[in-house]
């Protein structure tokens, strides 16, 4: 069978929440891990009547993910990817991406970074939003080596491996798994999501000095509201190599969360905005449809991943190709940038 990263994967998945506290800090993460589940939950992660149903906010319509609460994990050590969400986001907000990945055999842990989250910035009101950014440009890689520590110390309820990591991150979260590139030698791998790692102040803060290979694959979108597009291309032309810069077309920042149209509609509809827009927001009617953040994400994202973290040559060959071209056969639009 050909290498097909775009299709959901053998395993089903399931999900669980820890509490974990970084005594150092003081600091308390609630995180979301998601793991491969034994065979007896096998189609319970995708059936609408035993995924997994939370609360984002009490008193809304709960949203759900393809993962069943609570399920018993395979046994065996999986490799582990770390997820940052952005800016007033959460540890859920792209489980499309998350659970596909824990579908092909991998841990994935995903932390509400503390003070950042959308809960913390709009119904807490924990501060202004440029602390809010102060503070978190601190918290946020510490979380990072807190999460990997703590899964090397069996703190995740499952064995994942702790020596060669995947970090993935959308927005401030993509600045995040940059950011954290000099200062982790356990990562291996980076995919970035519209990240914000070009924004003044946020570029300033990246050391780029790294001396050994990491892969990093940033996703863009061609008409973002809020990270934009430029801002990404000269930071990526300062990446050490190798780095692939795939650039979405007709897509906009939230293109790579869940329900992109649902969030995309009610952030433009909010009457104070907790970043500062580039552009006005269009309508979402106007934009690709929300398979065009969400398939390349699975799919370059778990490829990029699959080469690089479990060095599978079947990943790097399917690499080897034009990105571009691999999205074109699934009707998305892209263009691509290489440096190797």
Known sequence: MSYDPFSRGPHAVGVSTVELVDQTRARKLPVEVWYPATAAFAGQDLAPATRD??????????????????????????????????????????????????????????????????????????????????????????????????????????????????????????WTSVRSIAEEPRLAAVVALAPAMGMPGLRQAIDLAWTRDVPTLVLAAELDSIVPLDTI????????PPADLVVLARTDHLHFCDNARLVHEQFRAMPVQLVPLTRPIPPFAELAPVEAGTEPTCGLGLAHVDAHVRDRADARAWLEGSLADRLATRGIEAREVRRR
């Open 53 to 174: 149903r939370y609360v984002l906010l009490p008193g809304f319509p709960e949203p759900w993910q393809l993962a069943v609460r609570g399920a018993t994990p395979e046994l065996g050590r999986r490799p582990l990817v770390v997820f940052s969400h952005g800016f007033g986001g959460h540890r859920r907000q792209s489980t499309f991406f998350t659970t596909h990945l824990a579908s092909h055999g991998y841990v994935v842990v995903s932390p509400d970074h503390t003070g950042n989250t959308f809960v913390d910035l709009m119904i807490n009101r924990s501060g202004a939003p440029a602390d809010a950014w102060r503070s978190s440009m601190v918290d946020r890689p510490a979380d990072v080596r807190f999460l990997i520590d703590a899964a090397r110390d069996g703190r995740l309820g499952v064995d994942a491996d702790s020596a060669r990591v995947a970090i993935c991150g959308h927005s401030f979260g993509g």
């Open 233 to 240: 291309e000269r930071a990526f032309a300062e990446l050490r």
